[in-house]
């Protein structure tokens, strides 16, 4: 009996192991170049242990470039395809987008409802969704909450002029970072979490966790990833239980609170809530839908902080570290400010953002140079044959990976692409150049719904601090810069630290 245990199990354990090669020969069959792959980790091996996602995806990019419009990839387990081709990339996000519609991210609003945010829901719920949310994040939206991301600027200036006082060399990270969530707790939860003021708030440690756990680590987002599907039938979740908790319950609050008292302030939230007790409501094509349940208004305002706290604190890092290092376009961009403010009498107004032209081309060099979320990604809703190359097939259900870093850091379309250099994004380059080639927000229908709201806070927060200090470098900073292994997104491997003077 035991032998033919024995037997049956080395069968079974031959015919796994035999199963797994053939699943990764999929591409070389199809003579498609494909890297070396991991049996867990698929094409993501070595990530996190001995490189970053930013040296994966560049070697990938390099390695590849030329020999096709994609090359063959896995996705942690799941067949994916690694898109190089600027014009297929354009097919993807913009052309034959009904085709990829969905991101193919995990997603499980019954058992982790915080999951069920408009960056991961699939099909016409997130249509639905998107429909339902767009009018929240227009220009005349964006003037409404304005001067509330202005409150919060002069609030960090005086928390940084105090500072310097103690000791000028600033970890300007926490800082930046801390910055973002005042203002997203102000504008997404309708709180004044006072972070800025005092690091140990559990608004700020909360989304700090928010940002860097999830269940069962590692092989967690492995499994969710490789199979989004059976995880959520298995009833898996991304957000950790007390982080779930903690934002539910303060959004819970919040709705109560405002309902009860017939709160009306300016930000996000009270849009959210008209969004909620609005029977009935048309989107700009006419078409009707139904008001959004309290589930929806908290995963909303979670994605709003966990999309656009740390994406914009580190693009603010990230540009100060490059005007540290380049004292000229530092100087530049401050003439501009100081000018634009006397024109105003000094109060920041949200008209006059659009006169700050130089201060916004350094915004757009520091995303394409330290772009926050490297890669887009989408999946395939049917079979998608690429027109002039017959074995190169993307399947439905594949994942599509499209490096926008790398096309950001490619010489063919950004001449000396590890040099920052703000005249990249000057009037008559931007013409010249194609969109499809600038991707920090994504493209299409489904780019970043917030990037109004993102660019704003940025620019002001940039503005505010050119023209009251002064940044240089120090002996602790990091000289070249260095990214962190763990984070998916791009950010700096440890503290920054800047020298800071009052001017």
Known sequence: MWEIILITLTLLAAFIVNRIREHYRYWNKLEIPCGETHWIFGSMVGVVSKRTFFEL?????????????????????????FVMDPWLIKQILIKDFDKFMDRGLFCNEIDDPLSAHLFSMHGQKWRNLRNKLSPTFTSGK???????????????LDVLSNDIIKDPEIEIRSMMARFTTDVIGHCAFGIECSSLKDPQQLFYIMSKRALLENNLGSLGVAFRGSFPKLAKRLHMKDTVADVEEFFLSTVRETVRYREENAVQRSDFMNLLLELKNNRLMKNESGDEFVNLTFNEIAAQAFLFLVAGSETSSNTMVFALYEMALNQDVQNKARDEVRRVLKGCQHEMKYETMTEMKYLKQVIDETLRLHTPLPVLNRQAVEDYPIPGYPQYVIRKDMPVIIPAICLHRDAQYYPNPDVFNPDNFSGEQVTL???????????????????????????????????????SVCKRTPIPMRYDKENFMLTPEKDLYLKVERI
């Not at 964006?142 to 960090?156: A, I």
């Not at 991707?439 to 023209?467: E, H, T, Y």
Request: aromatic residues 20%; hydrophobic residues 50%; contains cysteine.
């Open 142 to 156: 964006m003037k409404v909450m304005f001067p509330t991301v202005v409150t919060v600027g002069q609030e960090l």
């Open 433 to 471: 150049r194609d969109p499809v080639l600038y991707l920090p927000f994504g493209d299409g229908p489904r780019n970043c719904l917030g990037l109004r709201f993102a660019k704003m806070q940025i620019l002001v927060g940039l503005s505010l601090l050119l023209s009251k200090f002064h940044f």
């Open 57 to 81: 995806w560049l070697e990938y990019y390099n390695n590849f470039k030329g020999s096709g419009p994609f090359a063959g990839f896995f996705w942690f387990f799941k067949r994916a395809v």
